[in-house]
């Protein structure tokens, strides 16, 4: 009878309830469908060990700093260091734009953020050289996949804390893979750049390379603070955060955009996103609770055994169902109710915890530039007035490139396990 949840969750979803509200809701007349009513006592002491998790604090306080640096100013720093470093290439803002999302993403973890904050400040820059608007807002829908990739990762700690694997493995993991994704969308747009003779930036345009690599240095701070602490063995995730967030509001201090009311409204953004995040948990909680009681991973078990489906057959089975769980779902929503459920499975037949999750993050990512729900798709249509379809037509060639870095990902697990096999974050 645990079939019974999505049943009612379909029907409470269309009175306009928030999703937390439509799982938990219908998790709760579920126990009473399959007749565990009694169950319903405990189910409070389940919900707090999932939320009492040392790893999920690293989540709010990256948000946190996050809105932190995208109020004081630092995307435009980064932004102008991008420009200095590939501004000369043909089809320079696009480069740009791929490269402002690397550096971007070793300070929020937000691909939401990056977009927001590249939607308004780089495409307009790069309607007036000559690109088209769909184009100018693909390509930064597209790029903004890297945040959830390279450390830190908000989903990334999600996902350890649900799964208990060590959140600094899965971030080392996530380096060489993004880095992967960076070049592969630098290529898509060279090739756009041969082909529609996109313009290269004047001269005169491109900042001074050393004056501006000097000026960026506060920025670039955070993720060297961030990724060399946690891989030194000086700050656990969580603590990295929390330093994240200092750098962050000093940062912003020096570039003097700072203002008190600013800091304020990020703390008050951080607050809403990780509160509706944690209910999230709390109700997909519930749900996980319902399904061990129906001993539903055990079903999934024996059904993948009964079809015989081996371990790469799995593999692109689970790929094709978070594909497409991405396109309707949110990211914290999809990974709190499918991982539980498939992951086990998965692992069982001997897939490693930390490849499992950089697949599991990546795939799902696609799902923020993917029709008919993506989230990035939404935030560059909001922003810089775009046609939502028509944005979804020339996303998608950088959305099947991406689809070929992750299949490329499936197959050679080595390009992810190596780095954290090298530091000794996992086992070899």
């Known amino acids: 009878m645990i079939w019974a949840a999505p049943l009612l969750g379909a029907l409470l979803l269309g009175s306009g309830l928030a999703i937390a509200y439509v799982v938990g809701g219908a998790t709760v007349l579920a126990f009473f469908a399959a007749g565990q009513e009694r169950y319903l006592a405990i189910l ?5 060990s999932k939320i009492d998790v040392f790893a999920l604090m690293a989540m709010p306080l990256f948000i946190l700093a996050g809105e932190v640096m995208n109020r ?11 420009m200095a470093m590939v501004g000369r290439v043909r089809g320079g803002l ?27 400040t780089l495409v307009p820059a790069m309607t007036e050289q000559g690109y088209k608007l769909p184009y100018a807002g693909a390509i930064t829908a597209a790029s903004s996949i890297i945040g959830p990739i390279v450390p830190p990762s908000i989903i990334m700690i999600f996902y350890g804390a649900l799964m208990g694997t060590s959140v600094t493995a899965l971030f080392i993991a996530g380096l060489i893979p993004g880095l992967i ?3 592969a969308l ?66 912003g201090m020096f570039y003097e955009r700072l203002a008190m009311g600013e800091l ?21 909680s519930a749900l996980g609770y319902l399904g061990a009681l129906e001993r539903l991973p055990e079903a999934i078990a024996s059904t993948v055994t009964e079809l015989g489906l081996g371990p790469l057959e799995y593999m692109i089975l689970l790929n094709v169902i978070f594909l497409i769980s991405g396109m309707f779902l949110d990211i914290p929503v999809a990974l709190a109710l499918l991982v539980p459920l498939l992951a086990p499975v998965a692992i069982a037949q001997g897939a490693d915890p930390v490849h499992l ?64 096999r090298t530091m000794g974050l996992i086992a070899q």
Do not use: K
């Not at 004081?72 to 991008?82: D, E, P």
């Open 44 to 48: 409070p002491q389940q919900i707090f």
């Open 181 to 183: 994704l960076a070049v």
């Open 94 to 120: 696009g480069h740009v734009n791929v490269l402002t999302s690397v550096f971007f993403a070793g300070i929020s973890g937000s691909a939401v953020a990056d977009s927001a904050a590249v939607s308004n």
């Open 186 to 251: 630098m290529a898509v747009n060279s090739f756009y750049a041969w082909r529609d003779d996109h313009p290269r930036l004047a001269r005169e345009d491109v900042p001074p390379f050393f004056p501006t690599l000097l000026r960026a240095v506060p920025a670039l701070s955070i993720p060297m603070i961030i990724v060399g602490g946690i891989v030194l063995g000086w700050m656990t995730p969580t603590e990295a955060a929390a330093v994240a967030v200092v750098a962050a509001t000093l940062a």
């Open 357 to 420: 999750g950089i697949i599991v993050c990546f795939n799902l990512s696609l799902g923020l530039i993917s029709p008919p729900l993506g989230a990035c798709l939404l935030v560059v249509s909001t922003v810089t007035g775009a046609n939502y379809w028509a944005l979804a037509r020339a996303v998608l060639p950088f959305l099947l490139i991406q689809i070929a870095v992750l299949a490329l990902l499936v197959a050679v697990p080595d390009l992810t396990l190596w780095l954290p």
């Open 72 to 82: 004081g100013g630092v995307t435009r720093v980064l932004i102008r260091l991008a």
């Open 264 to 284: 304020l409204l990020a703390l008050r953004r951080t607050a809403m996103l990780s509160g509706s995040i944690f209910m999230i948990i709390a109700a997909v």
